[in-house]
């Protein structure tokens, strides 16, 4: 599951804006901004999240869900380890 804040600060760990990500994932700007509008879960068609959550993964940004391995133990983003 994707949060709204975690949707955010991942296009913030990018430097990018809505529309960047929109055309990165190959869905509307207006979709974008009702999932980061949401007041928890972003919500939407499985598929559309999909793509989204793939766009974030070429990008190099990894989502952290519940008890998932980090520090703190809960959900966040952060930058994957590069391939080698």
């Known amino acids: 599951m994707l949060t709204a804040p975690q949707l955010r ?3 913030a760990l990018l430097g990018i804006d809505q529309q960047t990500l929109a055309d990165m994932a190959g ?3 207006p979709t974008i901004q009702r999932m980061e509008a ?3 879960y972003v919500r939407g ?3 559309t ?3 989204v959550l793939e766009a974030l993964d070429r ?4 989502v952290i ?3 998932a391995t980090s ?4 959900r966040g983003v952060r930058f994957k380890v590069p391939a080698r």
Do not use: F, Q
């Not at 990008?59 to 990894?62: F, L, N, R």
């Not at 520090?71 to 809960?74: D, E, H, K």
């Open 9 to 11: 600060a991942a296009r």
């Open 71 to 74: 520090s703190g133990g809960g």
């Open 65 to 67: 869900g519940d008890n």
């Open 49 to 51: 999240l999909t793509k």
């Open 27 to 29: 869905v509307s700007l």
């Open 38 to 40: 949401s007041s928890d």
């Open 45 to 47: 068609v499985v598929g």
């Open 59 to 62: 990008a190099g940004v990894e």
